[in-house]
């Protein structure tokens, strides 16, 4: 049916026209009967993460539940909760960023926001707090490329250690890793309800240590 992988940060999640690395498609490929589900050079995939963030990832294993979950993650019936901490704080204590995203107008790499972007919709809630750093619980509405990391640093508060969005480097951190986890996903697939959730990583609390 389906496989939930929790996915190391610096991982690829599918090969793209720039490299030629190990992605987690090319484990599912070696592991499961997967060579017709879905499109070439993406069998198995019906969402992403970055490669810098972590956590939670479903990846179909048969055509049917493919085509059911893509349908339900166009639909936006697929919960979706991630861990992040920011630098500084935001404003309020929790909130809705409701502000579209287009193309960066100065890097291919990034999103902004935008006027005339596409519709993208975050919400958080504050865990916990340091003098530097806010650890935030955040559910995403909408599943727009990079959009929590966009967001973060339109409200001044850019993901620790993203530096491709504003935020300083974190010495402690490597580079292809930022203070950003998938830690819970539910959905429902044929009459059945599936949750799966993991702690956040071990370098979560060091940060909010420091």
Not at 62 to 84: C, G, H, S, W
Request: a positive charge; hydrophobic letters at 30%; one cysteine or more.
């Amino acid at each position: 049916m389906f496989v939930i992988l929790n996915k190391p940060h610096g991982l690829l999640v599918h090969p793209t026209d720039s490299s030629d690395e190990y992605t987690l498609r090319d484990f599912l490929i070696e592991n499961f009967n997967i060579s017709e589900v879905g499109e070439y050079k993406r069998e198995g995939i019906v969402h992403r993460l970055d490669r810098v963030t972590s956590g939670l990832i479903v990846c179909p294993i048969n055509t049917d539940v493919f085509n059911q979950l893509q349908e339900d993650f166009k639909k936006r019936k697929i919960i979706k909760k991630y861990k992040a901490i920011v630098q500084g704080s935001p404003r309020s204590k929790s909130g809705e960023i409701n502000l579209p995203l287009i193309h960066s107008q100065n890097s291919r790499r990034k999103r902004e926001v935008g006027k005339n972007g596409r519709e993208a919709i975050t919400k958080y809630n504050t865990i916990s707090k340091t003098d530097s750093y806010t650890l935030l619980d955040i559910d995403l509405i909408t599943g727009r490329n990079h959009q929590i990391r966009a967001h973060f640093e339109y409200l001044k508060t850019p993901i620790v250690n993203d530096i491709l969005y504003g935020a300083k480097k974190v010495s402690e951190l490597n580079q292809n890793t930022i203070c950003l986890q998938s830690y819970n996903i539910e959905f429902k697939l044929f009459d059945k309800d599936y949750k799966f959730s993991i702690n956040e990583p071990d370098y979560f609390t060091s940060i909010m240590n420091m």
